[in-house]
Each structure stands twice: as C-alpha cells, then as structure tokens.
C-alpha cells in the first residue's frame, strides 16, 4: 500500500517518541491501531455493499455474457460443432440420402465384424478344448561330459615387471667458505 521501508519507520518512530513522550506513545500507537481498523472495516463494508448491488443489478451475468461472446477459443468450438453436425440436412436433398445410406453402411460392417469376432473367439475356445495337454514329466537333459561341465579358464597373462625408478638425488647445498 505505502512504499514505507524500515528506516523511514525508524525516523517516524523516534520523532513520535520525542514528540509525544515515551509515556503516551503506547496509548497513541493503540489509537492509531484502532483507527485503521475502524478504516479498513469501513472500506470492507463499502465493497461488499457495492459488490451486493451489482448482483442485484445482474452485472455479473453480463459481464459473463460479455467474456462468453468475447472468448475467440469458445466461438471457434461452437463454428467447428456447427460446421460438421451432419444430422441437420434439408429432406430429399442428396447429402441426406448419402448420410443414410453410408450410415447403414457403417452398421452393416459392424454387424460383420461382430459375427467374426465371435466365431474366431468360438474356434479359439474350441481349439484350447480339443487340445490335449502333455504330460508333467521334464525331459531328460543330455549328460554332460567333464569338458562341458567345467570350462577351462583362460590362461593368466604373466605380469610384468615395472622397472624401479629411483628417485634423483636433491642437490647438496654448498658450504659457504667463511
């Protein structure tokens, strides 16, 4: 509300203080508390009362009815459906006559697709009784031969000796002849 920052709430505060004593500045501070409040009340009250005559008025519906007309996402839905809701045609005109026979056409191969449908699922069923089920028994596996049974690992390579570097020998300081 106020661009107030805390130094400008210090200023304000030590000339209060100076101003009107440091025994009446609580009482004050509780006045002016007061004050805002009975301010704020005040204006919450406005609001809501101007908020409840413009319902009354039925401003809010033609503020929605305004952004519903004005709302370019929402005519161009309402353009589209309109544009391709094939059911509205003109009687005897050839679009209706073509509507109705694609739509019997459209029934006739779901009703076929339906009836395969079912038959494969009937062999399905037919074929899953008529087969027999094999026995539980495992198969013998083939015997295995020490070779199979144990796979020879890889030979190791042989490691390599590094050779050992030694160090260089730090030089020595030299006697100074006194």
Do not use: H, Y
């Not at 899953?128 to 890889?154: F, S, V």
């Amino acid at each position: 509300m106020f661009d107030i920052g805390m130094t400008e709430l210090l200023v304000i505060g030590l000339v209060a203080l100076i101003v009107v004593g440091p025994k009446d500045l609580p009482g004050m501070f509780r006045t002016l508390g007061q004050f805002t409040a009975k301010a704020k009340r005040m204006a919450r009250e406005f609001s809501r009362a101007m908020e409840d005559a413009a319902d009354e008025a039925g401003v809010k519906d033609v503020a929605n009815t305004v952004k519903a007309a004005a709302n370019p996402k929402k005519m161009g839905i309402d353009k589209i459906r309109e544009a391709t809701n094939f059911d509205k045609f003109p009687d005897g005109s050839e679009t209706k006559k073509l509507a109705k026979e694609r739509a019997e056409a459209a029934a006739k191969i779901k009703a076929a697709t339906n009836k395969a449908a079912e038959t494969r699922i009937a062999k399905e069923a037919a074929a899953a009784e008529t087969a027999t089920p094999k026995a539980a028994t495992k198969p013998k596996a083939p015997a295995k031969t020490k070779a199979a049974a144990k796979p020879k690992a890889a030979p190791r390579a042989k490691a390599v000796a590094k050779p050992k570097v030694k160090p260089a020998a730090k030089p020595k300081p030299k006697k100074a002849d006194t």
